[in-house]
C-alpha cells in the first residue's frame, strides 16, 4: 500500500481561524445568556454605572484570545519537547514549531494584558480609556488578585516570546515549556472559584482543569497542525500524544466534576440557571470528544501508522478542533458567569482563610475529630487514584504474561497511598491549618512514614518491566523516557547523600525558622506546595537509603548506614529548637484565624516540637532494620553468586584469581636474582 501524496496546507490557515471564530462566537453567546455582570447588549440598569461597550463585548473576546494563545504556545511546546522524534539539538521541524511558539507566546502577552485592562474597566465600571493610565495599573497589579494574575500571565508570555527567539536545545525548550504552564495558572487562583466557600477544592480543580484542557487542546492542534503540513516523524508524534491525550480527557473530566459540586448548590441549579446549562453543554462537548478520541485509536491511527494515511485523521482532528474550540468558548462564559447561590460576601474570617468553617474543638477527646473531620482535597485524590490505578493495572500486566511480582511492595504502595490520603483529607488535614500540633504530625508522616512505604514499592522497576520497549527504528517511549531519567545528571546530583539529606533536614528549618512558612500557609497553592515538597524530599532521602528502584550509583550500605546515623540528630535539633523556643512561629498566620478555644499557642509549639522528636523515631528504627535486612541480602546473592562461580570450574573466580597472584608472588621470590644487583650490594 503506497502513502498518499503529500497534503497542501493551503487549508490550514482557514481551519485556524475558523477554530478562533468558533471560539469568540460561542464566547459572546454564553456571556450574553449568563446574566453575569457586564453582559453585552444589555440594557442598561438605572443607578448602576456601566463600562462601555468596548468593555462589555471587548473582556469575552479578550480573554478567548489569550486563553487560545496559551494553549498554541503550549501545544507547540509540547510538540518540540515531547512529540516530535529528535536529539538534544533542534532542527529542521522543531526549530520552526518553535517560531510558532514564539509567536503564539505574544500573542498570548498582548491579549492577557488587554484582558488586564478591560477587567480593571469592568471592575470599577469605567471606559477602558479612563483607566488605562500606568498609576492605575499598577495599583490595580499590586493590590488586587485579578490584576496580579493578568499581569504574571502576561510577564510569563512576554519572557517566552523572548526567549523561544534564542532557543537550540533541548533542554531550555522543556524550561519553557514548564513556564507556559505555570504561566497559565496565576487566573485559576482569582474569580468565581476563589471566592467560593470550599475555594481551596474549587481552585485546585480548577488548576488541573486548566493544565489537561491545554495539554490535550493545545497537542491536539498543532499535532494536526504537523499532519496537515506532512512533517516527517508525524505519526511518532501522534502515537506519543495518544495516551496524553488519554489522561489529559480523564484530568478534565474528573476536575471538571469536583468543581461543579463545589460550586453548584443543588442538582435542580444544573438545568435552571444558566452556568449549569453552560456545563451541561460543555459536558456534553467533552462527552463527545471522547467519543472522536476512541474513533481516532481503532480507525485514523491504525491507518496512518501502518499506511501513512493521513487523509482520515486530518478530517476527524479538525472537527474534533472546532469542538474544542467551542467547548473553550463555554469555558469562558463560565468564568463570566456567577454559579447559582454563589457567596461572594458574607464569609467569617475563617472561610476566608481555610476554604471552609472553623473546626470545633478537639475536647477531651482530641483524637476522635481528626478521623471524623474530612475535607476533599482533589490534587491528593487525584493523584493517589491515579497512582494506585497505574501501579495494579502494572502489576496485572505482570500476572498475566507470568511474570512475578512481590505481593509485599504491592501492599507497601497501596498503605503508603492510604496514609497518604489519611494525612491530606482527613482531620489531620483540617485541624493541621489551625493547630500547629497537628501540622507538624502532618508533616511529619508526608516527609518519614509515605515515602518509606512507597520507596518499598519500587514503582519505576514495575513500570521498567510493565512498559513495552520502543520498536527498534523508532524513537524512545516512556520506558526509555524513565531509563533515561534514573541515570540523569539531575538526579545524580540530587541523590548524592549529603543533597538528599541536606534537603531532607535543611528544608524544615528553612521553611520553619523564616517567615515562609506564615507565606505559604496563606495561601491554598503554598500550602499544598508545602506538602508536596516535603513529600517529595522524603521519598528522595528514603530513596537513597533503602530504595529499590535503579538509579544512580549508591553508597554501599555501611555508607547507608552512616548517612542515616548522621542526618537523625539534626532532625532531633530540629525538634528540641521547637520544643524550647520562645518565639511564636507563624503568629501573624495564627492571629488571623482568631481560634477561640485555643488557649496558649506556645504550648501548641510546644507539642509540635514533641510530635517532631516522637514520630521521627519509629520510622528510623524501621529504616535500620530494613536497611540491615537488605544488607544481609545482599550479602548472601553475592556468595551465591560466587559459589556458582566457583562451581563452574573455568577458573574465572575470585579464589582462582587470588591463588594465581599469590603463586606469581612465589615465583617472583624464588626466582634467581641478577648477578649484577649482587655486585652492586655493599
Known amino acids: 500500500m503506497t502513502a498518499e501524496p503529500k497534503a497542501r496546507p493551503r487549508g490550514l490557515p482557514l481551519l485556524l481561524s475558523s477554530a478562533a471564530v468558533v471560539a469568540v462566537t460561542v464566547a459572546l453567546i454564553a456571556v450574553g445568556t449568563g446574566g453575569g455582570a457586564g453582559t453585552p447588549g444589555a440594557a442598561p440598569v438605572p443607578g448602576i454605572a456601566s463600562a462601555g461597550p468596548l468593555t462589555d463585548w471587548g473582556l469575552p473576546v479578550a480573554r478567548t484570545l489569550m486563553d487560545a494563545s496559551a494553549v498554541a504556545t503550549i ?5 518540540v519537547v515531547v512529540l516530535l522524534p529528535g536529539g538534544r539539538r533542534l532542527g529542521g521541524p522543531r526549530l520552526r514549531y518553535l517560531d510558532w511558539a514564539c509567536a503564539a ?6 491579549t492577557a494584558l488587554a484582558t488586564l485592562l478591560l477587567t480593571l474597566s469592568d471592575l470599577f465600571a469605567v471606559p ?8 492605575t495599573v499598577a495599583d490595580f497589579v499590586a493590590t488586587d488578585p485579578q490584576g496580579r494574575a493578568y499581569a504574571m500571565s502576561a510577564g510569563t508570555a512576554a519572557v517566552l516570546a523572548t526567549l523561544c527567539v534564542g532557543i537550540g536545545s533541548a533542554r531550555w525548550s522543556r524550561v519553557a515549556l514548564l513556564l507556559a504552564l505555570a504561566g497559565l495558572l496565576p487566573p485559576a487562583f482569582t474569580g468565581h472559584s476563589a471566592a467560593a466557600a470550599n475555594h481551596d477544592a474549587a481552585v485546585i480543580s480548577l488548576a488541573l482543569h486548566l493544565l489537561g484542557a491545554a495539554v490535550w487542546v493545545g497537542g491536539l492542534l498543532f499535532v494536526l497542525i504537523a499532519a496537515v503540513r506532512g512533517e516527517p516523524g508525524t505519526a511518532d508524534a501522534v502515537r506519543r500524544f495518544s495516551p496524553l491525550a488519554g489522561g489529559a480527557l480523564l484530568t478534565v473530566a474528573a476536575s471538571g466534576l469536583v468543581n461543579a459540586a463545589v460550586r453548584l448548590p443543588s442538582l ?5 440557571s444558566g452556568y449549569g446549562v453552560m456545563l451541561l453543554a460543555k459536558t456534553a462537548a467533552l462527552a463527545a470528544l471522547a467519543a472522536l478520541g476512541h474513533t481516532h485509536r481503532r480507525r485514523t491511527l491504525p491507518a496512518l501508522r501502518e499506511g501513512g494515511r493521513r487523509g482520515p485523521f486530518v478530517r476527524l482532528a479538525a472537527g474534533e478542533l472546532l469542538l474544542m474550540a ?3 468558548g463555554l469555558a469562558v462564559g463560565m468564568s463570566r458567569t456567577p454559579a447559582p447561590g454563589a457567596r461572594t460576601s458574607g464569609l467569617t474570617p475563617a472561610e476566608e482563610l481555610l476554604g471552609f468553617a472553623m473546626p470545633p474543638d478537639l475536647g477531651d477527646f482530641p483524637w476522635t475529630p481528626l478521623f471524623t473531620e474530612w475535607h476533599f482535597d482533589p490534587l491528593f485524590a487525584f493523584g493517589t487514584a491515579a497512582a494506585a ?16 511480582w512481590p505481593v509485599g511492595r504491592t501492599i507497601a504502595w497501596l498503605l503508603g497511598l492510604a496514609v497518604a490520603v489519611l494525612a491530606t483529607m482527613s482531620g489531620l488535614a483540617v485541624y493541621g491549618k489551625v493547630l500547629f500540633s497537628v501540622h507538624m504530625g502532618q508533616h511529619m508522616i508526608l516527609a518519614m512514614t509515605v515515602p518509606l512505604l512507597l520507596v518499598l514499592g519500587a514503582p519505576a522497576t514495575l513500570a521498567l518491566r510493565a512498559l513495552p520497549p520502543a520498536p527498534k527504528d523508532s524513537p524512545g517511549g516512556p520506558r526509555e523516557f524513565l531509563l533515561k531519567l534514573l541515570h540523569s545528571r539531575y538526579v545524580r546530583v540530587l541523590s548524592h547523600p549529603v543533597v538528599a539529606s541536606v534537603l531532607f533536614v535543611g528544608s524544615a ?3 520553619y525558622y523564616t517567615s515562609l512558612f506564615e507565606t505559604l500557609m496563606r495561601n491554598h497553592l503554598g500550602h499544598m506546595v508545602m506538602l508536596v515538597h516535603f513529600l517529595a524530599v522524603g521519598l528522595l532521602f528514603f530513596w537513597v537509603i533503602i530504595g529499590i528502584d535503579p538509579g544512580p550509583r549508591r553508597p554501599p550500605f555501611l555508607g547507608r548506614l552512616f548517612v542515616l546515623i548522621l542526618t537523625m540528630p539534626f532532625h532531633s535539633w530540629f525538634s528540641i529548637s521547637l520544643m524550647s523556643s520562645t518565639a511564636l512561629i507563624g503568629e501573624g498566620w ?17 507539642d509540635a516540637g514533641a510530635i517532631a522528636w516522637a514520630t521521627g523515631d519509629i520510622p528510623v528504627l524501621i529504616t535500620t532494620i530494613i536497611l540491615s535486612v537488605q544488607w544481609v541480602r545482599a550479602d548472601r546473592r553475592e556468595a551465591t553468586r560466587l559459589d556458582r562461580r566457583i562451581d563452574r570450574g573455568d577458573g574465572n573466580d575470585p579464589f582462582t584469581a587470588y591463588n594465581a597472584y599469590l603463586a606469581s608472588l612465589h615465583a617472583r621470590d624464588a626466582a634467581p636474582s641478577d648477578p649484577r644487583m649482587e655486585q652492586e650490594q655493599p
Open 75 to 79: 501545544g507547540a511546546l509540547l510538540l
Open 326 to 328: 467551542a467547548a473553550t
Open 590 to 606: 495564627w492571629s488571623l484565624l482568631d481560634r477561640p478555644w485555643v488557649s496558649d499557642p506556645m504550648e501548641d509549639q510546644y
Open 509 to 511: 528549618f528553612a521553611v
Open 268 to 272: 435542580p441549579d444544573l438545568f435552571t
Open 105 to 110: 507566546a505574544a500573542v498570548w502577552a498582548v
Open 128 to 135: 477602558v480609556a479612563e483607566v488605562a493610565t500606568p498609576a
Open 389 to 404: 490505578a497505574l501501579y495494579l493495572a502494572g502489576v496485572r500486566k505482570l500476572r498475566r504474561r507470568g511474570d512475578a
